[in-house]
């Protein structure tokens, strides 16, 4: 499960502080009238759940801690990104991120360490982070996206990234799927979200004021970010500019 916090501030901000972040056509958000009041809700939500609850956990926990808590949480997030890069016929990437699972959460202690990208850093193996998900996958084989959604909490989406996030939660990820493991939802897999959620917001909680300078409208900036970014994710970059969308430089894709 991808935050609120993680879609609207880094992919807003990963992606349209940049020259020439064209608007999208209208055509793609039919539903603006709702989204525009879902946004405002997740808006509030934020200001009065998550960002006070990141800014306690914070504070709270010491830096390295907070590290660890991250690395173990890119680790499980590993297994979805190399099964959607198996099941879209990547294989170089597929084999990348297996490889990743298994060397930090053998050497890097279940992935409190990750110890893959040192190794990619110092070395000529590229065990880089991928960034693969199954919406990614419908569109690889052709899904359109279809119109563009904000749901409660979670954020920016479309018909297709809905699709894709509930697969994603429910047969890729090895900690909350309860197809894969007996967790109960209430005692392991609803706080490990929680805790997981809290983090990444904890991580960006200096984002926040630039995301505010960025935009004239904070909403249309979010969606034509949110709708350029996961076009080029679908299409690896390679994005035709007479379709109105940017190349994208230097982007983290850790941090989606």
């Known amino acids: 499960?991808?935050?609120?916090?993680q879609k609207v501030l880094l992919l807003a901000i990963s992606t349209c502080l940049i020259p020439g972040c064209a608007s999208m056509?209208?055509?793609q958000d039919p539903l603006e009238p709702m989204n525009r009041a879902i946004f405002s809700f997740n808006?509030?939500?934020?200001?009065?759940?998550l960002e006070p609850a990141a800014r306690g956990y914070h504070a709270v926990v010491p830096d390295p801690i907070e590290m660890i808590v991250g690395n173990f949480f890119s680790n499980i997030g590993d297994v979805a990104i190399t099964a959607n890069s198996l099941l879209q016929l990547k294989f170089a990437d597929a084999a990348a991120s297996s490889s990743r699972v298994l060397i930090n959460t053998t050497f890097g202690l279940l992935g409190a360490v990750d110890l893959a990208s040192h190794i990619s850093q110092v070395s000529d193996i590229d065990i880089s982070k991928r960034n693969e998900d199954f919406g990614q996958t419908l569109g690889y084989y052709?899904?359109?996206?279809?119109?563009?959604i904000?749901?409660?909490?979670?954020?920016?989406?479309?018909?297709?990234d809905t699709v894709g996030t509930g697969v994603d939660g429910v047969i890729f990820d090895p900690l909350r799927s309860s197809v894969y493991n007996k967790f109960d939802f209430l005692t392991v897999?609803?706080?490990?979200t929680t805790v997981q959620i809290i983090d990444i917001r904890a991580q960006n909680l200096d984002l926040d004021k630039t995301l505010e300078e960025a935009a004239l409208d904070k909403y249309e900036f979010v969606r034509d970010a949110y709708l350029q970014r996961r076009e080029s994710l679908v299409r690896d970059g390679d994005v035709p500019k007479e379709?109105?969308?940017e190349e994208f430089e230097d982007l983290n894709d850790d941090l989606f």
Do not use: H, Q, W
């Open 243 to 245: 379709e109105g969308f």
């Open 25 to 27: 056509n209208n055509r």
């Open 43 to 49: 808006e509030k939500f934020d200001e009065f759940v």
């Open 150 to 160: 904000v749901l409660p909490i979670l954020g920016p989406s479309t018909v297709r």
């Open 189 to 192: 897999r609803l706080p490990v």
């Open 142 to 148: 052709g899904v359109g996206a279809g119109p563009y």
């Open 1 to 5: 499960m991808t935050s609120y916090s």
